[in-house]
């Protein structure tokens, strides 16, 4: 987490979900983008890392509430457990940034990014399992959809997430870690 | 881009209170989610039918937003009807399995998504970004209990949504430029397909976040007075 006034974590964090919102859309040249992509997940994961988890959080529920409602994307039959699984990834990715300290920024962010996805992962499954699907979901499909389908999109997000995050802080809108 | 904008007009539900158009939302998708056969189905037809008779909208711009969906809805309702097999196929071929429940499956998925679709469209055009604000705030209040800062976030919420089409324009602006520059968003391999989305992602997120920089410069300029400092 970066040390910033409450009222700029704010309102980064109402960017962030309209993010949520509009990124998707950029991604549509790309075939089935939402699924291998995960486009939703980067603001997310960013409100997390740069304002804390309690504003990680909130991206995570308003996101893809908001979104759901504009764009219709996710379904509303996806909603429940997307919600869960995101603000999974927004709480982990700022407390684990708020933990841990290596001394390197860019460690750091890539233990918390790690971490988020892992546990994000893990909820959305559980979700999956136990609440939204009960006997339909079964751990293979949770394997191929969560590691293999959206592989590259987790490249994508840990190349991406780090290099916006320098890109924001020489543009001297979010101050440094250390 | 779908368009989301507020259509001004007088009939029941513009003037209707937005906590109670809000909670209204919330009731109605809740009520068609857990409906699951014919009697559901017509009271959800009736159900927004009435709405739409008492916004006194164009049909036409109600309706809008499903052009979009129409093929995510076909290939959902395909994706169901082809392959879910629960052992009694009505015709098989290799994975594919057509079966009375698998269309049932997807008919009341595609149905769900149209009918919640709708609803979103009626609430949106017949309630202004302020209103929305309100409703949200009054909606979640009961929280504040809890000690959540209801304030804040309808106010996040009020914020994301007047950025929401400004973010549109801004990406819309960088795709062009970099389309000048000689970048092809739509053609090449999947590597030159994510190389170039590079150059659009990040110079968005830089504008986003200038954006709201520059916001919370002003609302703090402004006073502004947070909820609870405890979500801090």
């Not at chain 1, 190349?159 to 320098?166: G, N, Q």
């Not at chain 2, 909670?23 to 009520?31: E, H, K, Q, R, Y």
Request: proline letters at 5%.
């Amino acid at each position: 987490m970066f040390e910033m006034p409450y009222t700029k974590k704010t309102v980064i964090t109402a960017a962030c979900i309209a993010l949520c919102a509009v990124l998707p859309m950029a991604f549509h040249a790309f075939p089935n983008a939402g699924d291998i992509w995960l486009p939703m997940h980067i603001p997310v994961l960013l409100c997390g890392l740069i304002c804390g988890p309690k504003f990680g959080v909130l991206c995570g529920i308003m996101g893809p509430f908001l979104s759901s409602i504009l764009t219709q994307m996710p379904p509303a039959a996806n909603l429940p457990s997307m919600i869960l699984e995101l603000s999974c990834y927004g709480f982990v990715s700022g407390f684990v940034i708020t933990r841990i300290k290596t001394g390197k920024q860019i460690t750091d962010i890539l233990i918390s990014l790690v971490c988020a996805m892992i546990a994000g992962r893990i909820v959305y499954g559980i979700a999956n399992a136990a609440i939204f699907n009960i006997g339909r979901f079964t751990l293979n499909g949770w394997l191929v959809s969560s590691f293999v389908t959206s592989l590259p999109g987790i490249v994508f997000q840990m190349i991406l997430i780090p290099l916006i995050i320098t890109a924001l802080q020489r543009a001297l809108i979010i101050p440094d870690k250390y | 881009m779908i368009d989301l904008t507020y259509q001004t007009g007088d009939s029941i539900l513009h003037r209707m209170n937005p906590t109670h158009k809000f909670l209204g939302l919330l009731i109605c998708t809740i009520i068609i989610l857990v409906s699951k056969n014919l009697a559901g189905t017509i009271i959800a037809a009736v159900l927004i039918t009435t709405l739409i008779l008492l916004s006194k909208l164009p049909i036409k711009k109600v309706f809008a937003p499903l052009k979009s969906l129409f093929f995510f809805l076909i290939m959902i309702f395909l994706m169901n009807a082809l392959f879910f097999n629960n052992g009694d196929c009505l015709y098989s071929y290799h994975s594919i399995c057509i079966s009375y429940k698998g269309i049932e499956q997807g008919y009341n998925i595609v149905l769900h998504t149209i009918a919640i679709t709708i609803l979103s469209s009626i609430f949106i055009r017949t309630t202004t970004s302020i209103e929305i604000m309100r409703g949200i705030e009054n909606t979640l209040r009961p929280l504040r209990i809890f000690h959540i800062p209801t304030k804040d976030i309808s106010l996040i919420m009020s914020i994301a949504l007047q950025f929401i089409p400004v973010f549109f324009n801004d990406i819309d602006r960088i795709r062009k430029a970099q389309i000048a520059r000689g970048a092809n968003f739509n053609k090449g391999s999947i590597i030159t397909r994510i190389q170039s989305i590079f150059p659009l992602v990040i110079p968005a997120f830089i504008s986003a976040f200038r954006r709201a920089d520059e916001l919370s410069t002003a609302i703090e300029a402004r006073g502004f007075q947070s909820d609870y400092e405890s979500f801090k």
